[in-house]
């Protein structure tokens, strides 16, 4: 993935740039604006892209931008867990150990094995 730094940002997204900045109360150093400002732009492009995803029906959720859109995955992996170390390099295997109990979602209206609903009185 190329550096968030050597791109140069797009001047139709100032405004709304700004804006988020304000929102979020964010400020930086003549040095910094630029970098996290890429960094934000290449989110926003993400998150545009996985929610055109989603209006297709290809994705079960919806994303949007937030505070943390400044920051890259692992900024934001190191913020939240306080710890360097991004995703695991065995990080995938964990998931098979940790999750391979869990049961495919099972859609109890269809098979008839709902309950129907108690008087919760």
Request: net charge negative; glycine share 4%; with cysteine.
């Given at each position: 993935m190329a550096s968030?730094?050597?791109q140069s940002s797009d001047p139709s997204l100032d405004v709304e740039w700004q804006e988020w900045?304000?929102?979020h109360k964010k400020t930086y150093s003549q040095d910094e604006e630029?970098?996290?400002r890429m960094v934000w732009e290449e989110n926003k492009k993400k998150i545009e892209e996985h929610n055109a995803e989603y209006e297709e029906g290809k994705a079960s959720f919806c994303m949007g931008?937030?505070?943390f859109s400044d920051l890259t995955n692992d900024?934001?992996?190191e913020m939240m867990t306080?710890?360097?170390?991004?995703?695991l390099p065995d990080q995938d295997i964990i998931n098979t150990h940790l999750f391979?109990?869990?049961p495919e979602f099972e859609d109890l209206?269809?098979?008839?094995t709902e309950t129907p609903e108690k008087d919760q009185v």
């Open positions: 968030a730094s050597s900045k304000m929102k630029g970098h996290r931008l937030n505070e900024e934001f992996w306080c710890s360097s170390d991004s995703i391979n109990d869990i209206i269809e098979d008839n």
